[in-house]
């Protein structure tokens, strides 16, 4: 079993950055990789970037690409969405995902239970 928490959401004004962070704990975390999704009110969870846990490989949703940095700290078991030039549709409830490396909710077994970012303009 693997457990996520997500944390550092909050109100920022447009073009402000907030560093999103999830802490992954369980025995067999090294085997996932991690992915950011958000969801707007009214909307569908939608994709936003993905790093595989001990390779470093990353991939992003064009929608954040250029904006969004995603890293992890291997010592502190933690993934970080970096995110930067935030914009009011960024507003979102950010989830952070474990499992394969993937773009859609699919190729991940383990949610986190998501932190709010509101971006105001």
């Known amino acids: 079993q693997v457990q996520l928490v997500e944390s550092g959401g909050g109100l920022v004004q447009a073009g402000g950055s907030l560093r999103l962070s999830c802490l992954v704990s369980?025995?067999?975390?090294?085997?996932?990789?991690v992915g950011w999704f958000r969801q707007a009110p009214g909307k569908e969870r939608e994709f936003g970037a993905v790093?595989?846990?001990?390779?470093?490989?990353?991939y992003y949703a064009d929608s954040v690409k250029g904006r969004f940095t995603i890293s992890r700290d291997n010592a502190k078991n933690t993934v970080y969405l970096q995110m930067n030039i935030l914009k009011p549709e960024d507003t979102a409830v950010y989830y952070c995902?474990?499992?394969?490396?993937?773009?859609?909710?699919?190729?991940?077994?383990?949610w986190g239970q998501g932190t709010q970012v509101t971006v105001s303009s």
């Open positions: 995902a474990a499992g394969g490396f993937g773009t859609t909710e699919h190729a991940y077994d383990f």
């Open positions: 369980g025995r067999t975390f090294s085997r996932y990789a």
């Open positions: 790093i595989t846990w001990s390779g470093g490989r990353t």
